[in-house]
Nanobody
Framework: QVQPVESAGGLVQAGGSLRLSCTASGRTFSSYTMGWFRQAPGKEREFVAAISWSGTSTDYADSVKDRFTISRDNAKNTVYLRMNSLKPEDTAVYYC?????????????????WGQGTQVTVAS
């Protein structure tokens, strides 16, 4: 089992950058695919990015590709989301999640363990 806990949310201006961190307890952290999802008011939760157990494979939603970078440090049980060139449309609650399999990685239902979420607000 792993228990993700997000940190480093905040308020930034459009065009700015922010790095989110997610630290997960559990000795088997390195065996999980890790993902980031987000949910804006009035919208469904959407996939943002995912990273494989080894950190060698990544996947991004089209809306964030070339702006966001996901990475992980298994020695620290931590996954990161570096967000550059932020837009007001990126405003949402961001969730870190752990996926015990390598199937359906863009579907929220594939992720067994979830953090509480952290608010990211981008001012126009």
């Amino acid at each position: 089992q792993v228990q993700p806990v997000e940190s480093a949310g905040g308020l930034v201006q459009a065009g700015g950058s922010l790095r989110l961190s997610c630290t997960a307890s559990g000795r088997t952290f390195s065996s999980y695919t890790m993902g980031w999802f987000r949910q804006a008011p009035g919208k469904e939760r959407e996939f943002v990015a995912a990273i494989s157990w080894s950190g060698t494979s990544t996947d991004y939603a089209d809306s964030v590709k070339d702006r966001f970078t996901i990475s992980r440090d298994n020695a620290k049980n931590t996954v990161y989301l570096r967000m550059n060139s932020l837009k007001p449309e990126d405003t949402a609650v961001y969730y870190c999640a752990a996926n015990p399999s390598n199937l359906r990685l863009r579907s929220a239902t594939s992720y067994r363990y979830w953090g509480q979420g952290t608010q990211v607000t981008v001012a126009s």
